[in-house]
């Protein structure tokens, strides 16, 4: 979390009204619901909501990156004063990786398992700058050090399967930094990785934004995660956010009965409390 002042800027991120229609055979899972937020220059947005709620929608759908049968619209999805409705597919490519990076929940999964480390890396600057590979080499051993990668020159030349969970997200980390994006969309980036390995993976997110002054949109359903993190946050619940604010308001004061159930439910340090729970079940997002 970024302890100075909350950033003013123009939003380097403003959606309106997003929605994600999905065809399934008993008629359309409506999987995101007339969405708003935007996303501030240099702060870290968490959205934050159960599994299944529509966090890992939304960011496919700010990549451009829905499956075939989606059906994405919005009244506005503006990000550094393009328009992402409107961008053709090449377009959308130049900008993935460039300006624009995610890192996936699975790194082992996202990284092609027949290519070295090395060769990954380099193709995303080859491919959106004009370089040599040489250049490239360079640039993707001085970000596996500054992500904390001891002897970079050997893991360049390494396949993804000789590296533990950890330091694929590592990897995975410094290969979204090749292009130096203004906005980094993280999905559960500390999912598949032990605690110890998840802290210093949030330690190391926050340095390099710190680093290379880049926004970070973290989604996760993990409330210390947010705590640790968010300068601002929204809550999802069944396709909708239902709650957004400055991460201190909205953990000493929520204001929906959702987010206070969430709370309630987020275990403590010490002391015999019993863990709440939200009563009720998830209303169906399938409909006409």
């Known amino acids: 979390m970024d302890m100075s002042a909350p950033p003013t800027d123009r939003p380097i991120l403003s959606v309106e009204g997003m929605c994600v229609d999905l065809a399934v055979p008993s008629g359309q899972l409506h999987a995101v619901r007339g969405v708003d937020f935007s996303v501030n220059p240099r702060e870290t947005f968490c959205i934050v909501g159960e599994s299944g709620c529509g966090k890992t929608m939304t960011s496919l759908a700010l990549m451009r990156l829905l499956p075939a049968s989606a059906r994405l619209s919005a009244t506005r999805m503006e990000f550094d ?6 961008l053709g597919a090449r377009e959308m490519s130049a900008l993935r990786g460039d ?10 999964t996202s990284l092609n398992p027949v290519y070295t480390i090395g060769d ?3 193709e995303v600057y080859l491919r959106h700058r004009v370089a040599t ?6 640039r993707a051993e001085y970000l596996l050090q500054r992500v904390g990668i001891m002897s970079p020159e050997l893991r360049l030349r390494q396949f993804p399967h000789q590296l533990s969970g950890g330091l694929r997200q590592r990897v995975m980390i410094a290969m979204t930094l090749m292009c130096e994006p203004r906005l980094i969309i993280a999905d559960e980036p500390t999912t598949a990785l032990d605690v110890t390995v998840q802290v210093q993976i949030l330690q190391l997110l926050a340095r390099l934004q710190q680093e290379f002054g880049m926004a ?3 989604i996760t359903h993990n409330l210390g995660i947010v705590a640790r993190m968010a300068d601002r946050l929204a809550v999802m619940y069944a396709g909708k956010i ?3 604010g400055g991460a201190v308001e909205v953990f ?13 439910c987020m275990p403590g340090y010490g002391g015999d409390r019993r863990l709440g729970s ?3 079940l998830v209303p169906s997002l399938i409909g006409e």
């Open 81 to 86: 004063g393009l328009d992402l409705l409107t």
């Open 99 to 108: 300006r624009l990076g995610m890192i996936f929940q699975d790194p082992m």
């Open 120 to 122: 990954q890396m380099e």
């Open 133 to 138: 590979r040489k250049e490239a080499r360079e």
């Open 216 to 218: 970070i949109i973290l």
């Open 242 to 244: 239902i709650e957004t």
């Open 252 to 264: 000493t004061n929520p204001q929906h009965p959702y987010t206070r159930g969430l709370l309630r």
């Open 278 to 280: 939200i009563p009720g």
